[in-house]
């Protein structure tokens, strides 16, 4: 794994079953009883002292067995912990790029669910992404306690099945990306559904539900174990190369400490704190996650943008391969709504939630960490 920790195996992996159909029971067209009628004129009896004949029973040869169907996935199409990574193949810059053989995610899993508020076809990603988020997910679940309501991961936009432009989106063209929630929790610690719910600096925030009604307000809170443990396992696994995870700083703060309270492999809370960045949109409510091109991907036309990290050069040269910077934008930045936008469209307002609108200010403009790795 390149200087990275081990693959991980979970004990609880996703499959789904294939049950095959019983054959039938091939029955004689004849019982052979006291009474069954018989047409004794047509074939002589044989003499007495005439030497005993085995009878010959010609069978037809049974029908060679029908190859089993590949298994689907809840929401349809192939299981992605089956798929070899040729199926796949991710074509030109996650701004500009397409998707041959895109993979859906299924809509749900052990530990783990496609977003219901999304279309179903904005699932779509490489075989390498999507079954890196369905073992990490299924890691999670198999190894923190079970609970009720059981604690779901939410994972939202991928890629369209060709990949290409996606509405709301810069980027998600080439299926090397995913949105994804963080755990929640209520406030007596209780699993919480995914939702895009803005946390502050503490890592509270509110389920406005009506923004103009306080009285549906619920508050939740990261479930930071959770969700560490989930980022953990993806950059521990070999099959994939993180090349981002976009995240406001505080909540990356937070993750590192839970990291090292957990006692994390220093490579694995290393390769966190160099991949982590909080962009342009804060992503306060979400984590964008966006993997590298793999070396078949590259000799397929794929494209990574900047950062290309050192043990990325060096995984891709042991491979006979070298990343491949996309040429000169061939079409304009599409126009994504501002916060301040989003604001305006929201209408009426609670207080509550103009108040915290207030706040977001505070942390919503990309920082200038020093780091080298962000921009």
Avoid at 159 to 169: D, F, K, L, S
Avoid at 206 to 211: K, N, S
Avoid at 282 to 294: A, E, G, Q
Wanted: charged content about 25%; overall charge neutral; hydrophobic content about 35%.
């Amino acid at each position: 794994m390149s200087g990275r920790g081990a693959t991980l195996h979970p004990s609880a992996m996703h499959r789904s079953l294939v049950v095959m159909p019983w054959r039938g029971i091939v029955v004689a067209s004849c019982l052979l009883a006291i009474g069954c009628d018989r047409d004794h004129g047509s074939t002589p009896a044989p003499p007495p002292d005439a030497p005993a004949v085995a009878a010959v029973t010609t069978a037809t040869p049974a029908a060679p067995p029908s190859p089993p169907a590949p298994p689907e996935v809840p929401g349809g199409g192939p299981d992605p912990l089956t798929l070899d990574p040729s199926y796949s193949t991710s074509k030109g810059s996650p701004n500009e790029g397409s998707l041959e053989g895109g993979v859906p995610l299924p809509l749900s899993g052990p530990g783990y669910r496609f977003t219901p508020r999304k279309k179903p076809e904005r699932r779509h990603g490489t075989v390498e992404l999507v079954a890196a988020l369905v073992r990490a997910a299924t890691h999670v679940d198999a190894h923190h306690p079970k609970s009720d309501p059981p604690a779901i991961l939410t994972l939202g936009d991928i890629g369209m099945p060709q990949g290409g432009e996606i509405a709301g989106h810069g980027s998600h063209r080439a299926g090397r990306d995913a949105d994804v929630m963080f755990y929640l929790q209520r406030e007596d610690g209780t699993p919480f559904e995914g939702k895009a719910i803005p946390l502050d600096p503490e890592g509270r925030g509110t389920d406005y539900g009506d923004l103009a009604d306080p009285s549906d307000d619920i508050p939740v809170r990261i479930d930071l174990p959770r969700t560490w443990a989930f980022v953990a396992a993806l950059l521990a696994d070999d099959t994939v190369q993180i090349q981002q995870i976009y995240v406001v700083e505080h909540v990356r703060a937070m993750l590192l400490a839970q990291g090292e309270q957990a006692k994390a492999d220093p490579a694995i809370l290393a390769r966190f704190g160099d991949v982590t960045c909080q962009p342009r949109f804060p992503h306060d409510d979400h984590m964008h996650i966006r993997v590298f091109c793999t070396a078949e991907d590259i000799a397929g036309g794929c494209n990574d943008v900047a950062p290309i990290f050192p043990w990325q050069r060096a995984l891709l040269k042991s491979q006979g391969a070298a990343p491949v910077a996309p040429p000169k934008r061939k079409t304009a930045k599409p126009k994504l709504t501002s916060v301040e936008e989003a604001r305006e469209k929201a209408g009426p307002m609670d207080a509550a939630v103009t108040e915290f609108l207030d706040r977001r200010r505070a942390w919503a403009k990309p920082p200038h960490p020093g780091r080298r790795w962000c921009k």
